[in-house]
């Protein structure tokens, strides 16, 4: 067993900061920081000007040292399939946004071409997604409720309400890019670590549930309004149960068959991932064999079977979104942002961790803001990274963002030629896919087990969030899974346990007494370890643990006893700084003659916290218990010289480590007289 002897001055913070300097203080004044961060980020020179454009424009610093023939295959290979499945989730959750099949083309080809450009994940995909289409299409469905179904309606009547309807989802595209492209202005990128992993797992969870209900209509070819606010699943379950005798019995079969052949090809391309070259793509062999036999047999003229109908070749003319809607879509569009930001993030870090490289979170703002941004101008609706395709390009061999262009590709050739011959396409199949398309979503449940056994309170989160967004609704859901998840957070600080250390014989190790039977406390000196921060929320609880564990509380009751003079009364006379360890107060009955408190585990002290520990050091004073404070850090040490700790507590009993102050009492206490005391572990 290695061994470690050490033989050193026992350090309080005054004669440490002598010996080895003191540490040095950032600059304190709004002026001076303003100024520090100007001259850091505005430095005129040609490499600062290259460094300026390779990180606004990422393409700019890996183009130039891309290896053709180490990764074009990999990336043309993925991005060809990537463009492949791309086709029929697109025009499946343009369903689900509640606008026509073409756009969700369209919501295809653009952001991925602009994140080729601004992205900095290699191996992210982006394009439509089921819950930011889910959360859109609650939207569209609110501002502009579809028809009633009848043999009677006018063309025009319909072309007029898929304007307005794709008209509300393309000012929620131009409201999210603004959105991340002034959160990226801001520096605002670390507002997705609020979204916890549980919260951002339970929340894809429960949102995948209400894509399934809400795709029942199209599965059953019923017609059925999509009901809004909360509870919409178990108004949707409701209206659907009602509406069952008027299920088309065509489009039931279509559903099945699509569904019986989609779930084994997902689950054979999951299972032998490793050893496929290309994973089966399913969705666009269903598309083109459910579209031949459609025409084929008439369906949906016979069975009145609901078709995707004329996709128009090319491209839309470039137009400025309904800006009158941007007020009433604001609210809805702030919660859609910040999810579609941090399944962008979260799915970027996952990759990157994997291959071992590094994202800009905060670049990844202005390239989703860029990509939602432009995509409005070409009646897209809101986008963001695809959990499905992502998954698809990393396994197909991806390697760079270039792979994007040739998925653009594929989109751009289906949009110019391809696209009018899906016209017979049924849109059950569409249906179909979106639910597939959610299988990993629902396995999240599998990794509850182990999250309950890694942490109880994460699971909770877990489980209140996804209620949370099962029961109440998709927006209003994720709201109260991230305010319960920083309420854990808050609830954790507040009861953190102060323990009472001992020392391990024959070393410097200090531990908790509670669970380690061979740490022994020094008599008559009591050290307290607590591993929060010291703030407003926890004063009181912090206040009257370490008055049960030092006997304090005693005292204070004494006092209450004899009425309001005898009182905490905030002032230097009250300490009397040359007082001795063993100069107890006559007939206090305390046996502690000495305490400790490590704050090692203390980030930060508040203003709040700093009058109590004052408060505190008086106290003890008063009932002749010296109190020591150990291993502040610089933070910490300066709040509690702002707020007059110097007054109350002489330098000469702040110690650098608990050891040094433990080691300190012990001496005096055994009152040894040396002149250079020193520790011997």
């Known amino acids: 067993m290695s061994s470690l002897a050490l033989y050193r001055g026992i350090y309080t913070e005054e004669s440490f900061q002598q010996v080895y300097g003191a540490p040095l203080k950032p600059e304190s004044s709004l002026a001076g920081m303003l100024k520090g961060r100007l001259a850091r980020g505005w430095r005129c020179s040609r490499a600062a000007a290259l460094h300026l454009l390779q990180s606004r424009l990422p393409i700019a610093s890996w183009l130039p040292r891309y290896q053709p023939k180490k990764w074009l295959l990999g990336d043309v290979v993925a991005g060809l399939t990537v463009g492949i499945v791309h086709i029929p989730q697109g025009m499946a959750f343009a369903l689900l946004t509640s606008v026509a099949p073409v756009y969700g083309l369209y919501t295809s080809f653009f952001p991925a071409l602009l994140y080729m450009l601004f992205g900095t994940g290699r191996h992210v995909s982006t394009g439509t997604f089921a819950v930011v289409s889910l959360m859109t299409g609650s939207v569209v469905e609110r501002l502009v409720p579809a028809l009633q179904q009848s043999n009677g309606t006018v063309p025009a009547e319909e072309a007029l309400l898929e304007g307005q309807r794709i008209g509300v989802a393309a000012a929620m595209a131009l409201l999210v890019g603004l959105l991340m492209i002034g959160m990226f202005t801001l520096h605002l990128g670390f507002l997705s670590t609020y979204l916890s992993e549980p919260v951002v797992k339970a929340f894809t969870s429960g949102a995948a549930l209400h894509v399934v209900v809400s795709q029942l209509q199209s599965l059953l070819g019923l017609h059925l309004p999509r009901p809004a606010g909360c509870f919409t699943i178990f108004k949707t379950l409701a209206s659907v149960v009602e509406a069952l005798p008027l299920t088309n019995i065509a489009e039931l079969l279509i559903s099945g068959l699509c569904l019986a052949v989609l779930v084994p090809i997902k689950e054979i391309n999951n299972r032998y991932r490793s050893r496929m070259w290309v994973p089966i793509p399913g969705e666009i062999i269903m598309v083109l064999l459910a579209t031949g036999i459609c025409f084929a047999s008439s369906l949906n003229t016979h069975y009145k079977v609901q078709i995707v109908g004329h996709l128009p070749a090319g491209f839309p003319q470039p137009q400025l979104p309904a800006l009158h809607l941007l007020p009433q879509v604001l609210g809805d569009t702030v919660a859609l942002t910040f999810v579609a930001y941090a399944i962008s993030v979260s799915l970027a870090m996952i990759y990157a961790e994997k291959h071992h490289y590094v994202i800009d979170p905060n670049q990844e703002l202005l390239a989703h803001g860029l990509s939602n941004l432009a995509s409005s101008l070409f009646t897209c609706f809101p986008s963001s990274a695809t959990l499905a395709t992502t998954n698809i390009l990393e396994s197909a061999g991806g390697h760079t963002q270039l792979s994007g262009l040739f998925t653009s590709a594929v989109v751009l050739v289906v949009l110019i030629w391809i696209g009018p011959l899906f016209y017979y396409l049924p849109k059950a199949v569409l249906a179909c896919i979106n639910v597939t398309s959610l299988r990993q ?90 591993q929060a921060p010291i703030y407003y929320g926890n004063c009181s609880i912090f206040r009257n643990t370490l008055s ?25 006379s009250t300490v009397e700084s040359n007082v001795s360890v063993l100069d107890k107060k006559p007939g206090s009955g305390m046996t502690v003659q000495a305490v400790i408190l490590d704050c090692s585990g203390v980030s930060f002290v508040d203003s709040a916290g700093a009058r109590l520990l004052i408060q ?8 002749g218990v010296r109190m020591h404070l150990a291993a502040c850090n610089a933070k910490v040490l300066q709040t509690l010289s702002s707020c007059g700790l110097i007054h109350h507590l002489p330098p000469q009993q702040i110690f650098v480590t608990a050891h040094d102050a433990a080691s300190y009492l012990q001496q005096t206490m055994e009152s040894v007289e040396l002149k250079d005391p020193t520790i011997w572990v």
Request: one cysteine or more; glycine letters at 6%.
């Open 441 to 530: 979503m629902f396995l999240q449940f599998q990794n509850l087990p182990e999250l309950w056994r890694i942490s109880h309170i994460d699971f909770a989160v877990w489980v209140v969030t996804w209620l949370s967004v099962v029961v109440l609704n998709v927006d209003l859901g994720l709201a109260v899974g991230v305010v319960f998840s920083m309420m854990t957070v808050v609830f954790r600080t507040q009861r953190t346990e102060c323990s009472v250390l001992g020392r391990a014989a024959d070393t410097e190790i200090y531990k908790p007494v509670k669970y380690n039977s061979k740490c022994f406390e020094i008599p008559g000196v009591k050290i307290l370890s607590y």
């Open 616 to 623: 505190v050091c008086v106290e003890c004073q008063k009932a």
């Open 548 to 572: 049960q564990l030092v006997g304090l509380d005693q005292e204070w009751e004494k006092q209450e006893d004899q009425g309001p003079d005898s009182g905490i009364k905030m002032d230097i």
